[in-house]
């Protein structure tokens, strides 16, 4: 907070109805009209109330016991002396254990994380720094694909992780089986794939708005040297990227934490490979019998995001405006 | 806690162009490298003491060793890479984290190391991150050698095939000598290579056209002959003349015309084709096990020797060719990889989706449009019939009102100003409030799975991107600026799922004889309580709510008196609304504000507002969960956009007399407004998308379903695959127009 664009924008851009300086009078208007210059603030910091009590009361809430929350609200619960963990000891020792199914969260959200960064890494490269015929549609087909709903690809990909793949040609009597069934159905590994083919559109534009914009003579400089392709990426292009590489990670770590859609379309029932996100939506769909632990279920759930979110928001910020400022 | 302006997001030069891209190469060659050891190293420490940790069965033993281990390992790299970073970021800060994460990187090994499930999961992951890693790089070294070092190369190459090939036919136990464990499974690939090493080794040697040309058809026939011959009865192919004529065909054509777009010699492709064409037509038409050995060699000696002459033809490529070799192909290697990815998990099941949707829902019967027609003819997902009621209710009539006031002042403004609409002038206000209070009202008279989704779409994208808008504002320069975007921000980090349960909570309603415990209700009846009440607590409310009318009319006043009619008329709509709720608070229009009904014999009770279950307002409070979500996406972009407004561009403005406001509106809005298009565009997909918040509160009950939980319920639930590729297809045409907006944008740009 000490540049200097920061201490021109104060008196810039302002708020939605800046007031123009009431010093100008000493009339009763004036006056009062000065008092409601802090108004702005006070609005800032009542929608970042408004913004927090959801939470807050979530939190509080996974504390207190089954009584106290049927009986009172979360803001009567506030002291921590009265609070219990008797609501986390519960989802902990239940029969589908919430250990379970981070441990299912973590099986999907890593190698949902690490692979697309791999393969897009490749591909951006590919995409800025070889030359080849066809690279600007390809890429911007690619790109495009951004905004497709991932709706669209659900069925027939439920249907290959169940069935594999084939294909029947005309004037021929057999099936060409394409992809052949690995046994998928219902596992985390089927979530995981799906999330590395959706994830690629994203990965690639993001990267390769950044592998693009490294300083040419890097480049020329290896080449001279007589450096391949592989050995720039390597060594020179890798390295270089850590960055936009971290923010991505961050946000896909997120999405696939996060993601219910897939993971419901793809585990569905099968319990033992459920995420966190399906097991409190079980829990919330109970008609109430596991209202009291469904807070703290929630809340575990929510843990590791925000802790990543808290740690590490700067890359994770610096990954939206790549991907949206930049555009 | 890391904060959002912390390392300077506020410094947005910094943080676009370390987003955009870095400007130096200086100190950052440096930093990451640093970093690299330490992840390997802990990596491998950590693999290799969960492999030992399993070997020694689990016990203590395993367990301490591992966390010795992992310490070692990463404290000896911990130093090596603080020595390494000594003018990066500060040391002490570089070694705290260091050791948390090497104490947390212990705690979760022991535990790991224990867990039947994380071994799988991680031989899983191990296996398709080690395998795809390989043949990549593989791949990579193997066309390395192409430039200078043909001969391997060619070797190289040609017994990768012949590897392939043996596994493909000796696998699959099509071949003699096959079945008997893993040694006779390797035969057939051991052969495979040697074959093809030597092939690929002669050829590299020989310059000679005709002699390339007869060793590659003598080898290719000679291939051909022996897997004919090697081929098991019960696989041997009946001769299918029709089959083997209609695929080579087809296979030829298909060749030629490949050839053809990539500018090369016909002829090659139409060899290639004919064979793989050929090839199909003889395995694929026929009976297998009903031929006999000659119609085996027939079926795969004629395709050798067409992939012989074609392999002929090709002279060895001198240093030039080479280099172009080389070159292409890098571009298959780096960008392979992910277009496989992109067709197989995203083209092709979104073309056999469209296919689907146009098939009945068992996929049997093909019936056309019909999915889509059922969409359209469902009252449950498309129901106007009470069109006429928009015209009847309150916010209709209200919008109406607003719009033909704009109109009024739009035509005066146009008359003085020569704008009629202008951001910030006096027709923005009614203009804006007009068209959402009209929007309000058709979207209330119509009912339906498509009138919610396209009401989410307009409410969540502006009620979202104006909270972040102003938001964003508000927050810009003031003190404490990076903790109040911090936390609005962080909704971000919660799934939509945990929104929606959090969000259950805050609407829940209760018996109203007993205490409410969401937040709204208990706010709602305890304000119907005190409006309706007597004593010094109404009181207090009377001079509150007074107050802030008193407020609000003032900025209107001295608006008024200082010739700003913009500002004048906004806080002209606020002054209503808070004379209304005034008025209505002290009974002075109706019996009071808040939530309580009175009986017949006249004592009044607490009534709770029921947020989920009565529609069509129902709607509304879910979209509150996702606008809570989104305001703090638009609120990051649109707070790096306004800082990246250039200095100079306000200063002059000021200089030449423009007000804070007309500064904003006139200089500040428009420098933004792409950003706030991608914004909108963003929050448009997302929202076409909304599947979480629906599904876990209503699960599209009492008149809340949304496209993507009915395509769920359809496709997952009820198993009308039809039905529910039918509408997937509808949310994609329904974003494609946002699409084709980024695609013209992108193309705009280079």
């Given at each position: 907070?000490?540049?200097?664009?920061?201490?021109?924008?104060?008196?810039?851009?302002?708020?939605?109805?800046?007031?123009?300086?009431?010093?100008?009078?000493?009339?009763?208007?004036?006056?009062?009209?000065?008092?409601?210059?802090?108004?702005?603030?006070?609005?800032?910091?009542?929608?970042?109330?408004?913004?927090?009590?959801?939470?807050?009361?979530?939190?509080?809430?996974?504390?207190?016991?089954?009584?106290?929350?049927?009986?009172?609200?979360?803001?009567?619960g506030l002291n921590p002396f009265d609070w219990t963990t008797a609501n986390y000891d519960q989802i902990i020792n239940a029969r589908q254990s919430i250990g379970n199914s981070l441990l299912n969260s973590m099986a999907i959200a890593i190698p949902?994380?690490?692979?697309?960064?791999?393969?897009?890494?490749?591909?951006?490269?590919?995409?800025?720094?070889?030359?080849?015929?066809?690279?600007?549609?390809?890429?911007?087909?690619?790109?495009?694909?951004?905004?497709?709903?991932?709706?669209?690809?659900?069925?027939?990909?439920?249907?290959?992780?169940?069935?594999?793949?084939?294909?029947?040609?005309?004037?021929?009597?057999?099936?060409?089986?394409?992809?052949?069934?690995?046994?998928?159905?219902?596992?985390?590994?089927?979530?995981?794939?799906?999330?590395?083919?959706?994830?690629?559109?994203?990965?690639?534009?993001?990267?390769?708005?950044?592998?693009?914009?490294?300083?040419?003579?890097?480049?020329?400089?290896?080449?001279?040297?007589?450096?391949?392709?592989?050995?720039?990426?390597?060594?020179?292009?890798?390295?270089?990227?850590?960055?936009?590489?971290?923010?991505f990670a961050i946000f896909q770590f997120l999405w696939t934490w996060n993601d219910f859609l897939i993971a419901n379309t793809m585990i569905g029932a099968n319990v033992d490979e459920q995420p966190t996100t399906i097991l409190i939506a079980n829990l919330a769909g109970d008609f109430g019998r596991n209202e009291n632990i469904l807070p703290a279920a929630a809340f575990v759930q929510a843990f590791v995001p925000i802790i990543v979110f808290f740690s590490l928001q700067r890359y994770f910020v610096r990954g939206l405006l790549a991907g949206s400022v930049k555009g | 806690?890391?904060?959002?302006?912390?390392?300077?997001?506020?410094?947005?030069?910094?943080?676009?162009?370390?987003?955009?891209?870095?400007?130096?190469?200086?100190?950052?060659?440096?930093?990451?490298?640093?970093?690299?050891?330490?992840?390997?190293?802990?990596?491998?420490?950590?693999?290799?003491?969960?492999?030992?940790?399993?070997?020694?069965?689990?016990?203590?033993?395993?367990?301490a060793i591992v966390v010795v281990l992992t310490l070692i390992a990463t404290a000896a790299v911990t130093v090596i890479a603080v020595d390494r970073r000594q003018n990066g970021i500060r040391e002490g800060r570089f070694i705290a984290i260091v050791a948390v994460a090497v104490a947390i990187e212990a705690l979760i090994l022991i535990w790991a190391a224990n867990q039947d499930k994380v071994q799988s999961t991680l031989i899983t992951v191990l296996v398709a991150v080690a395998g795809s890693a390989s043949i990549w790089i593989g791949a990579n070294?193997?066309?390395?050698?192409?430039?200078?070092?043909?001969?391997?190369?060619?070797?190289?190459?040609?017994?990768?095939?012949?590897?392939?090939?043996?596994?493909?036919?000796?696998?699959?136990?099509?071949?003699?000598?096959?079945?008997?464990?893993?040694?006779?499974?390797?035969?057939?690939?051991?052969?495979?290579?040697?074959?093809?090493?030597?092939?690929?080794?002669?050829?590299?040697?020989?310059?000679?056209?005709?002699?390339?040309?007869?060793?590659?058809?003598?080898?290719?026939?000679?291939?051909?002959?022996?897997?004919?011959?090697?081929?098991?009865?019960?696989?041997?192919?009946?001769?299918?003349?029709?089959?083997?004529?209609?695929?080579?065909?087809?296979?030829?054509?298909?060749?030629?015309?490949?050839?053809?777009?990539?500018?090369?010699?016909?002829?090659?492709?139409?060899?290639?084709?004919g064979a793989l064409g050929w090839i199909l037509g003889a395995w694929g038409g026929a009976d297998l096990g009903a031929g006999n050995m000659a119609t085996s060699i027939i079926a795969t000696a004629v395709p050798g020797?067409?992939?012989?002459?074609?392999?002929?033809?090709?002279?060895?490529?001198?240093?030039?060719?080479?280099?172009?070799?080389?070159?292409?192909?890098?571009?298959?290697?780096?960008?392979?990889?992910?277009?496989?990815?992109?067709?197989i998990m995203l083209v092709v099941p979104g073309i056999r989706t469209l296919y689907l949707s146009l098939l009945d829902n068992d996929s049997v019967d093909f019936v056309g449009g019909e999915n889509y027609g059922a969409i359209f003819n469902d009252p449950n997902s498309f129901d106007v019939s009470n069109w006429t009621n928009m015209f009847t209710s309150m916010p209709f009539i209200i919008g109406a009102g607003f719009l033909a006031l704009a109109l009024v002042v739009g035509i005066i403004m146009k008359q003085r100003t020569g704008h009629a609409v202008e951001l910030g002038n006096p027709t923005a206000a009614p203009l804006i409030f007009g068209l959402f209070l009209l929007s309000f009202?058709?979207?209330?008279?119509?009912?339906?799975?498509?009138?919610?989704?396209?009401?989410?779409?307009?409410?969540?994208?502006?009620?979202?991107?104006?909270?972040?808008?102003?938001?964003?504002?508000?927050?810009?320069?003031?003190?404490?600026?990076?903790?109040?975007?911090?936390?609005?921000?962080?909704?971000?980090?919660?799934?939509?799922?945990?929104?929606?349960?959090?969000?259950?909570?805050?609407?829940?309603?209760?018996?109203?004889?007993?205490?409410?415990?969401?937040?709204?209700?208990?706010?709602?009846?305890?304000?119907?309580?005190?409006?309706?009440?007597?004593?010094?607590?109404?009181?207090?409310?009377?001079?509150?709510?007074?107050?802030?009318?008193?407020?609000?009319?003032?900025?209107?006043?001295?608006?008024?008196?200082?010739?700003?009619?913009?500002?004048?008329?906004?806080?002209?709509?606020?002054?209503?609304?808070?004379?209304?709720?005034?008025?209505?608070?002290?009974?002075?229009?109706?019996?009071?504000?808040?939530?309580?009904?009175?009986?017949?014999?006249?004592?009044?009770?607490?009534?709770?507002?029921l947020f989920v279950q009565e529609p069509p307002y129902n709607n509304f409070w879910l979209m509150v969960i996702l606008i809570w979500i989104q305001t703090g996406f638009a609120m990051v972009i649109l707070s790096a956009a306004i800082k990246a407004v250039p200095t100079e561009l306000i200063e002059a403005a000021k200089i030449d007399g423009a007000t804070d406001s007309q500064v904003f509106w006139r200089v500040t809005l428009p420098q933004i407004a792409t950003t706030i298009g991608v914004v909108v565009t963003t929050i448009i997909v997302l929202v076409m998308k909304v599947y979480d918040i629906v599904k876990v509160i209503t699960n599209g009950q009492f008149g809340t379903q949304v496209l993507a939980n009915d395509m769920f319920n359809q496709a997952f639930q009820f198993g009308n695959t039809g039905q529910g590729a039918a509408l997937a297809i509808l949310i994609f045409i329904s974003v494609l127009p946002v699409m084709v907006y980024n695609i013209s944008r992108m193309q705009k740009e280079d």
């Open positions: 907070m000490s540049s200097t664009t920061t201490d021109t924008s104060i008196t810039s851009s302002g708020d939605p109805h800046p007031i123009d300086d009431g010093s100008g009078g000493s009339g009763i208007i004036d006056r009062a009209y000065r008092l409601l210059r802090s108004v702005p603030t006070g609005l800032l910091w009542l929608i970042v109330v408004v913004w927090t009590i959801p939470t807050l009361g979530l939190f509080v809430n996974s504390f207190r016991t089954r009584d106290a929350q049927r009986s009172t609200g979360w803001w009567k949902a994380t690490i692979i697309p960064i791999a393969i897009a890494a490749f591909a951006a490269y590919g995409f800025a720094w070889i030359d080849f015929r066809g690279r600007k549609p390809l890429f911007i087909a690619t790109v495009s694909l951004l905004a497709v709903p991932l709706q669209v690809a659900l069925i027939p990909l439920l249907q290959m992780f169940n069935n594999g793949a084939s294909l029947t040609l005309p004037g021929l009597d057999k099936t060409i089986t394409l992809i052949p069934d690995f046994d998928l159905a219902g596992t985390t590994t089927a979530v995981w794939l799906t999330h590395t083919g959706f994830a690629m559109p994203f990965a690639i534009f993001l990267l390769h708005n950044y592998i693009s914009a490294l300083p040419k003579d890097v480049f020329e400089a290896a080449r001279i040297d007589g450096a391949a392709h592989f050995t720039i990426f390597w060594r020179l292009v890798l390295p270089l990227s850590i960055p936009v590489l971290a923010a | 806690m890391e904060t959002l302006e912390d390392e300077g997001i506020d410094d947005v030069e910094h943080v676009l162009a370390e987003a955009a891209g870095p400007i130096t190469t200086e100190g950052r060659v440096g930093t990451p490298l640093s970093a690299r050891p330490f992840l390997i190293t802990t990596g491998v420490a950590g693999l290799a003491a969960i492999v030992l940790a399993n070997v020694l069965n689990g016990s203590v033993a395993a367990n070294l193997l066309f390395n050698q192409v430039r200078n070092r043909w001969k391997r190369f060619s070797a190289l190459a040609f017994g990768a095939v012949g590897f392939l090939l043996g596994v493909v036919l000796h696998g699959n136990q099509a071949t003699l000598g096959s079945g008997g464990g893993f040694l006779s499974w390797l035969i057939g690939p051991l052969v495979g290579t040697a074959v093809f090493v030597a092939l690929g080794i002669v050829l590299s040697q020989t310059d000679d056209p005709k002699m390339r040309m007869i060793i590659s058809v003598g080898a290719g026939a000679a291939i051909g002959l022996v897997i004919g011959l090697l081929i098991r009865e019960q696989y041997q192919p009946e001769f299918d003349f029709g089959a083997i004529a209609l695929w080579t065909a087809i296979g030829i054509v298909v060749g030629v015309g490949l050839s053809a777009l990539g500018k090369r010699a016909l002829v090659g492709g139409a060899l290639i084709g020797i067409a992939l012989g002459i074609r392999l002929g033809m090709t002279p060895n490529p001198d240093y030039k060719q080479r280099s172009e070799i080389d070159l292409r192909s890098r571009s298959y290697i780096f960008v392979g990889p992910a277009l496989l990815f992109i067709f009202g058709v979207f209330t008279a119509l009912r339906g799975t498509i009138i919610n989704n396209l009401w989410w779409v307009v409410v969540v994208t502006f009620v979202s991107t104006a909270m972040g808008l102003a938001v964003a504002v508000l927050a810009d320069g003031k003190r404490g600026e990076k903790y109040s975007k911090s936390f609005i921000f962080m909704p971000m980090a919660i799934s939509l799922v945990g929104a929606s349960i959090i969000w259950r909570f805050v609407y829940a309603a209760r018996d109203t004889s007993s205490e409410q415990t969401g937040v709204l209700n208990a706010l709602w009846v305890g304000l119907g309580r005190l409006s309706t009440g007597s004593g010094l607590p109404t009181l207090i409310g009377t001079i509150v709510f007074g107050l802030i009318l008193v407020g609000v009319l003032m900025v209107m006043a001295r608006g008024l008196v200082q010739r700003n009619w913009g500002r004048a008329i906004t806080f002209g709509f606020v002054a209503v609304l808070a004379g209304w709720i005034f008025l209505r608070y002290t009974a002075i229009i109706g019996d009071g504000l808040g939530g309580f009904v009175i009986t017949p014999d006249g004592t009044v009770e607490g009534q709770t507002v």
